[in-house]
């Protein structure tokens, strides 16, 4: 009977005494009432949602907005279990005929043979009245039996318990919409979100529904609500037979933004295009219908769209009238579109060899053609708001003074799955390459740092951005502007994922070099290789680390006295010789890597 949801639990029965129960603690694990040293929460019992809170709770309810003078009617049921033979349960529906409540009528009500009680409180709102309806269990949670002490009794649960209230002879109202000459600015935008879906009752204790057709409210221990997927791949402005698409479409195109042969002209010319339409949106916002009295809110918005507005159009001067901005943007389109590219080939070899039942990654002995020239480039396409993003901070990544934006922090809000991470990473290439262009080699060294909150989405980034890391490093091959020091990735979490340092005369835990021992003597080396947190190549998808006991050139990842190295050992592969990739603390503060993913 270890219900997770839907469960009023009898009164008394809080974690500790579900938890003295499991460990058959006895008297000691649930306190008296009059305890009042007791660790458990003893909310005053004249309130009937005071436990609507607690981990085991005893009651539930809803509050919702009516127009005044209207009445209710509650439906409630629930279901007990009680205990025959054999420990087995039997269930037993607890039914109640609806009970219509009128207006300002706050009489408490005994419900299934007077094991819950029903409650209703009415207040007035401005006109209107705000009620909230609880049900709470009344039955006693815990016995005391003279040889085991206190036990829960689970026969004095409520389960499945359901409650709803249909509102008659009166209206529904939305719940919590505020008057926008009563709150700020800021407070408005937030109002204007969801101005067009408010909210109609607030849960205590669970989640609650409504249903406006049928002027229902109800509470919903698992609610379900039907999401749309965000349209963000086309722009327009306005909606219906005046809708106005973008038409410039080439902007977007990866395989345009890298070509030199682009720029000057062209590319500045379709970035204009691109603010011209954000800047129609903008106006845009004067038709908007709004109610009365968000006239400040709009203005707001208007300030700060204008003010996105203005950075975008100082980014696109920079690239017209500055070479080693212009460079920079190209190449960093360009190493992402690399990336892409490699990451499109590697999942390609993925999914035909999954079809055909062949191990991943790629073992070292099998011929891997790395070459991706024959997929289309034309398909990749960053969304507008990752294009919008790039152009918003390059000019204050040139001067934060001249821009005023110092005290700002530009932050994607986007959907998983949207495009953030490649958005971020658009903006680490182009500012590794200027800092490059800009400065020689004073730009080498550590440029970017970011950080996550746990440990596993940071190893997951580490290996999204190895694959930039290549498409950056061969570009450098290829461009002597770029200078001698590779692009280089360091992953810096902690000895609780990675190695902090090299050998053990540094440390009393596992250090690389025990690590690596470990690793080439293994029957299962993957296995054994986890906190090295990379498995494959992430250029080709050659395995760096074999899945049985192989010789030791069939590994990617070495390790001795001198320090560690990766190398993919694909011999086609132009990282071959060495992958600019670091996992060891003390390899990272010898030689800062250029791009360092931290927790």
Same mark, same amino acid.
């Given at each position: 009977?270890?219900?997770?949801?839907?469960?009023?639990f *009898?009164?008394?029965?809080?974690?500790?005494?579900?938890?003295?129960?499991?460990?058959?603690?006895?008297?000691?694990?649930?306190?008296?009432?009059?305890?009042?040293?007791?660790?458990?929460? #003893?909310? %005053?019992?004249?309130?009937?949602?005071?436990?609507?809170? %607690?981990?085991?709770?005893?009651?539930?309810?809803?509050?919702?907005?009516?127009?005044?003078?209207?009445?209710?009617?509650i439906?409630?049921?629930?279901? !007990?279990?009680?205990?025959?033979?054999?420990?087995?349960?039997?269930?037993?529906?607890?039914?109640?005929?609806?009970?219509?409540?009128?207006?300002?009528?706050?009489?408490?009500?005994?419900?299934?043979?007077?094991?819950?009680?029903?409650? =209703?409180?009415?207040?007035?709102?401005?006109?209107?009245?705000?009620?909230?309806?609880?049900?709470?269990?009344?039955?006693?949670?815990?016995?005391?039996?003279?040889?085991?002490?206190?036990?829960?009794?689970?026969?004095?649960?409520?389960?499945? &318990?359901?409650m709803?209230?249909?509102?008659?002879?009166?209206?529904?109202?939305?719940?919590?919409?505020?008057?926008?000459?009563?709150?700020?600015?800021?407070?408005?935008?937030?109002?204007?979100?969801?101005?067009?879906?408010?909210?109609?009752?607030?849960?205590?204790?669970?989640?609650?529904?409504?249903?406006?057709?049928?002027?229902?409210?109800?509470?919903?221990?698992?609610?379900?609500?039907?999401?749309?997927?965000?349209?963000?791949?086309?722009?327009?402005?306005?909606? *219906?037979?005046?809708? &106005?698409?973008?038409?410039? !479409?080439?902007v977007?195109?990866?395989? +345009?933004?890298?070509?030199?042969?682009?720029?000057?002209?062209?590319?500045?010319?379709?970035?204009?295009?691109? =603010?011209?339409?954000?800047?129609g949106?903008?106006?845009?916002?004067?038709?908007?219908?709004?109610?009365?009295?968000?006239?400040?809110?709009?203005?707001?918005?208007?300030?700060?769209?204008?003010?996105?507005?203005?950075?975008?159009?100082?980014?696109?001067?920079?690239?017209?009238? @500055?070479?080693?901005?212009?460079?920079?943007?190209?190449?960093?389109?360009k190493?992402m579109?690399?990336?892409?590219?490699?990451?499109?080939?590697? %999942?390609?070899?993925?999914? @035909?060899?999954?079809?055909?039942?062949?191990?991943?990654?790629?073992p070292?002995?099998?011929?891997?053609?790395?070459?991706?020239?024959?997929?289309?480039?034309?398909?990749?396409?960053?969304?507008?708001? !990752?294009?919008?993003?790039?152009?918003?901070?390059?000019?204050?990544? %040139? @001067?934060?003074?001249?821009?005023?934006?110092?005290?700002?922090?530009?932050?994607?809000? +986007?959907?998983?799955?949207?495009?953030?991470?490649?958005?971020?990473?658009?903006?680490?290439?182009?500012?590794m390459?200027?800092?490059?262009?800009?400065?020689?080699?004073?730009?080498? *060294?550590?440029?970017?740092? #970011?950080?996550?909150?746990y440990?596993?989405?940071?190893?997951? !980034?580490?290996?999204?951005t190895?694959?930039?890391?290549?498409?950056?490093?061969?570009?450098?091959?290829?461009?002597?502007?770029?200078?001698?020091?590779?692009?280089?990735?360091?992953?810096?979490?902690?000895? *609780?994922?990675?190695?902090?340092?090299?050998?053990?005369?540094?440390?009393?835990?596992?250090?690389?070099?025990?690590?690596?021992?470990?690793?080439?003597?293994?029957?299962?080396?993957?296995?054994?290789?986890?906190?090295?947190?990379?498995?494959? =190549?992430?250029h080709?998808?050659?395995?760096?680390?074999?899945? #049985?006991?192989?010789?030791?050139?069939?590994?990617?990842?070495?390790?001795?006295?001198?320090?560690?190295?990766?190398? =993919?050992?694909?011999?086609?592969?132009?990282?071959?010789?060495?992958?600019?990739?670091?996992?060891?603390?003390?390899?990272?503060?010898?030689?800062?890597?250029?791009f360092?993913?931290?927790?």
């Amino acid at each position: 009977l270890r219900y997770m949801l839907g469960v009023l639990f *009898g009164k008394g029965v809080t974690q500790s005494a579900l938890a003295s129960e499991n460990e058959n603690l006895g008297d000691d694990a649930e306190p008296d009432d009059e305890d009042t040293g007791s660790k458990d929460f #003893t909310p %005053e019992r004249d309130n009937p949602l005071s436990l609507a809170n %607690e981990d085991l709770p005893s009651s539930v309810g809803v509050s919702f907005l009516i127009s005044k003078g209207a009445s209710i009617k509650i439906n409630c049921s629930a279901a !007990q279990y009680l205990e025959g033979k054999k420990r087995e349960w039997k269930r037993y529906p607890l039914e109640e005929k609806p009970i219509t409540i009128k207006a300002e009528d706050t009489k408490e009500r005994k419900l299934f043979e007077e094991k819950a009680e029903l409650a =209703c409180t009415w207040r007035k709102v401005e006109g209107k009245h705000l009620v909230t309806v609880s049900l709470r269990n009344l039955q006693e949670g815990i016995t005391i039996k003279p040889k085991s002490g206190k036990k829960i009794d689970w026969s004095m649960n409520l389960y499945q &318990v359901a409650m709803s209230c249909t509102v008659v002879n009166g209206r529904l109202l939305p719940y919590g919409v505020k008057d926008p000459s009563k709150i700020s600015i800021e407070e408005q935008i937030q109002e204007l979100q969801f101005l067009e879906a408010p909210p109609y009752a607030v849960g205590h204790g669970a989640s609650c529904n409504w249903n406006l057709k049928e002027k229902t409210v109800s509470i919903d221990y698992i609610p379900e609500e039907f999401v749309y997927r965000p349209t963000y791949d086309n722009l327009i402005i306005g909606s *219906g037979n005046k809708e &106005v698409p973008f038409e410039n !479409q080439d902007v977007f195109r990866l395989s +345009f933004l890298s070509d030199d042969n682009n720029y000057p002209g062209m590319v500045p010319t379709a970035l204009r295009d691109l =603010c011209d339409f954000y800047e129609g949106w903008i106006g845009s916002f004067e038709d908007a219908n709004l109610p009365s009295g968000y006239e400040g809110a709009r203005e707001k918005l208007k300030e700060r769209a204008n003010h996105a507005l203005d950075r975008m159009r100082s980014s696109i001067d920079l690239i017209e009238s @500055d070479g080693i901005a212009k460079t920079s943007f190209q190449l960093a389109n360009k190493a992402m579109l690399r990336q892409m590219l490699q990451g499109e080939l590697s %999942e390609t070899k993925r999914r @035909d060899r999954e079809n055909r039942n062949e191990p991943w990654p790629i073992p070292y002995d099998e011929e891997n053609n790395p070459d991706s020239t024959g997929i289309p480039k034309d398909k990749f396409k960053w969304r507008p708001f !990752q294009l919008a993003f790039i152009l918003l901070v390059m000019s204050s990544l %040139e @001067d934060d003074d001249a821009t005023g934006t110092q005290d700002l922090v530009d932050l994607i809000w +986007f959907t998983t799955g949207g495009g953030k991470t490649e958005a971020y990473l658009l903006v680490a290439a182009y500012e590794m390459i200027r800092r490059r262009l800009a400065w020689g080699e004073k730009g080498f *060294g550590t440029s970017i740092i #970011t950080r996550y909150t746990y440990r596993f989405l940071t190893a997951d !980034q580490f290996n999204r951005t190895a694959k930039l890391i290549c498409a950056l490093d061969i570009l450098r091959r290829e461009n002597v502007s770029l200078g001698i020091e590779p692009f280089s990735l360091g992953l810096w979490v902690g000895d *609780g994922v990675t190695p902090n340092h090299l050998n053990s005369s540094s440390t009393k835990t596992l250090c690389a070099l025990e690590m690596y021992r470990q690793m080439i003597q293994s029957s299962e080396p993957r296995k054994d290789s986890a906190r090295f947190q990379i498995t494959e =190549c992430p250029h080709c998808s050659t395995a760096l680390i074999p899945a #049985t006991s192989a010789p030791k050139d069939a590994f990617g990842i070495h390790v001795n006295e001198g320090g560690m190295t990766v190398a =993919c050992p694909n011999e086609v592969c132009p990282f071959h010789e060495s992958l600019p990739l670091s996992m060891v603390d003390d390899e990272m503060y010898k030689a800062p890597p250029t791009f360092i993913v931290a927790k």
